[in-house]
């Protein structure tokens, strides 16, 4: 390490050690809760995503949701002139199978001298070092929500690069809690030898081509049917899905519809990525990007991560992450005999679909029609 490097750094670690109260960085120590909600506000601020949806600190590991909003009606009358009471109930209560359980997810890193050397001659030394980890952190967040689908003993980031193993996240939760709030297949699954194939599966949307009704004239061998769809535009898709919602969140006015990068032009979106590394491209990858249109009468963002053939019709502050208060640890050193700095960090966190009957969730969209199917 450079010698004005070793100083820069020395430095942070002192600021890093008097803003937590401990006498150095070198052994574990629990960030103060003042730094921690500072970290979680830099968070909401540098990763827009994260700054739209709810982030709750709760005092126990595992528990009921919180239910930050109501999940049904509470007006109502009672004739009390017969003895009978009225009865309050809590309109947030989701039930026993809305709990959350938050475990510790590491956010480790390290960085090679060489790699620090580069930035000593920046004013702001501390200041990027310390953003551009909180800005992965809060990336990785994303990731996981949109992707994960179970928590690993021991994560694999060559086989689950979407970070598939570190949590169940926001979707898995969807599919597994609520599955009648989930379309992923049409009526043109492809048969093969009479047997739905669950690879295929699909929802086929194209438009000036028949819509599937039934009929058996998509059963053509060889291909020689006509090309057949199930819904003509993402519009009818979108009001289709609406119709998963109880009836009294179909109108809310801040009901979105999260659109996958693969269904969408990217010229309906108010931040257009070019080939290269532009302040805005790398701008956008920690923005939402807003449609300039609607889709079935909701408006579209598109948000990093998510999968690239779904939509997710829901609210954003429906979208929660937990994380247990007092639980963020870390332990930044030098660690010169592999030539770089290492931090080791960690916090109890989980997903939280605050309530399920606020989404629908559409998956195995296919632009195009269907192909024929195959003879039993």
């Not at 574990?28 to 994260?50: C, D, G, R």
């Not at 947030?92 to 959350?100: I, L, V």
Request: aromatic share 6%.
């Amino acid at each position: 390490m450079h010698p004005k490097t070793s100083l820069l750094f020395t430095t942070y670690l002192s600021t890093i050690a008097q803003l937590n109260g401990v006498a150095n960085t070198t052994r574990t120590f629990a960030v103060a809760p003042v730094i921690e909600q500072k970290l979680e506000e830099k968070l909401k601020e540098s990763i827009e995503f994260l700054g739209q949806i709810s982030i709750q600190n709760v005092t126990q590991q595992s528990g009921q949701t919180l239910g930050i909003e109501s999940s049904r009606p509470i007006a109502s009358r009672t004739n009390t002139s017969g003895n009978v009471r009225r009865h309050p109930t809590d309109p947030t209560d989701n039930g026993e199978t809305n709990s959350y359980n938050c475990l510790q997810t590491n956010f480790d890193w390290s960085r090679r001298y060489d790699k620090l050397d580069a930035w000593r001659h920046k004013p702001d030394f501390e200041r990027l070092v310390a953003m551009a980890i909180l800005k992965q952190q809060g990336r990785d967040m994303i990731m996981a929500g949109f992707n994960g689908v179970e928590r690993a003993a021991e994560t694999d980031i060559e086989d689950n690069p979407m970070l598939e193993d570190l949590a169940e996240g926001w979707l898995f939760k969807i599919r597994d809690t609520a599955p009648a709030q989930v379309m992923n297949d049409g009526g043109l699954t492809v048969k093969t030898n009479g047997t739905n194939n669950a690879a295929l599966k699909a929802i086929y949307v194209k438009a000036g081509v028949e819509l599937f009704d039934g009929a058996a004239a998509h059963d053509a061998v060889g291909g020689s049917a006509h090309a057949v769809a199930d819904y003509s535009s993402l519009d009818a898709l979108v009001l289709d899905a609406k119709r998963l919602l109880p009836e009294w969140h179909r109108n809310r006015t801040d009901l979105v519809v999260i659109v996958g990068a693969d269904l969408v032009d990217d010229k309906i979106f108010s931040i257009a990525q070019t080939t290269g590394t532009t302040a805005t491209e790398v701008e956008a990858t920690d923005r939402i990007l807003r449609s300039t249109k609607t889709l079935g009468g909701l408006p579209a963002v598109q948000v990093s991560f998510f999968p690239a053939n779904g939509l997710l019709i829901t609210t954003l502050k429906n979208l929660a992450i937990y994380l247990q208060e007092g639980t963020r640890r870390r332990r930044l050193v030098d660690e010169p005999e592999y030539d770089r700095v290492a931090n080791y960090e960690s916090v109890n966190m989980d997903y939280v679909v605050e309530d399920y009957e606020l989404v629908t969730l559409v998956e195995n969209i296919v632009i195009g029609g269907a192909p024929a199917r195959v003879a039993p």
